[in-house]
């Protein structure tokens, strides 16, 4: 019973697997069809990365001006930046120093790897103490400000990531726009009045 029953079991198994694969099949086909009358122009919008800027992004430098560098003017810090946008090519150049081209290195973030490439970084620098200040404090500075520190190996880089990562930015992803904390931090710098203690007061910001 089973020798004859066996081969014919494994017939009707046959026969289901030949007509999934056809199901399959056509199912393939219809789907590469459909494909096909879908507009290339729809398809590249939906993947199309934001292209590759040519200047610091102006939603991230106003939050520098307006903000981090007059709160860290009322705290005593007279900030000046020293290094704002970096093209591909500035970064690259800057990578291979002290690698392949003489000099020491100055940077780990290889071209198109560093927040500098994007528009959304800044290194400063105290314009009388220079590099020997209270790191820790601008850091909560920075933080009231929505941007964030390069940490212990690079104290004096800032910058706005929102979350991203690094290789979010590569794929073409931006930091949404930020607002200023403090109302009147727009006015005060466009009349060149500086921004005040008792303006920080009345926003509510933090003691710093
Ligand atoms: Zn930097």
Redesign the pocket.
């Known amino acids: 019973m089973d020798e004859k029953a066996g081969p014919r079991v494994r017939g009707i198994n046959r026969g289901k697997y030949y007509r999934r694969f056809f199901v399959f099949f056509i199912l393939i086909v219809a789907i590469c069809m459909g494909a096909s009358f879908i507009p290339v122009n729809r398809i590249s919008l939906v993947h199309k990365p934001a292209p590759l800027p040519t200047a610091m992004n102006p939603n991230f430098l106003m939050q520098v001006n307006n903000c981090f560098i007059p709160v860290a003017a009322v705290y005593g810090y007279t900030l000046r930046i020293t290094?704002g946008f970096r093209s591909i090519a500035d970064q690259t150049r800057m990578y291979y120093q002290g690698r392949t081209i003489n000099g020491h290195i100055v940077t780990e973030a290889p071209p198109g790897h560093?927040?500098?490439n994007y528009g959304y970084?800044?290194?400063v620098v105290d314009r009388y103490r220079g590099y020997n200040i209270d790191w820790a404090k601008l850091v909560k500075i920075a933080a009231y400000c929505s941007l964030e520190s390069?940490g212990v190996g690079?104290l004096?880089?800032?910058?706005e990531r929102a979350g991203l990562t690094t290789d979010q930015f590569v794929l073409g992803m931006r930091p949404p726009l930020l607002t200023l904390p403090c109302t009147v931090m727009a006015g005060r710098t466009a009349s060149s009045s500086p921004l005040t203690l008792k303006d920080l007061n009345a926003c509510g910001a933090p003691k710093f």
Do not use: Y
């Open positions: 290094d560093s927040l500098h970084a800044v290194d390069g690079d004096p880089h800032f910058e």
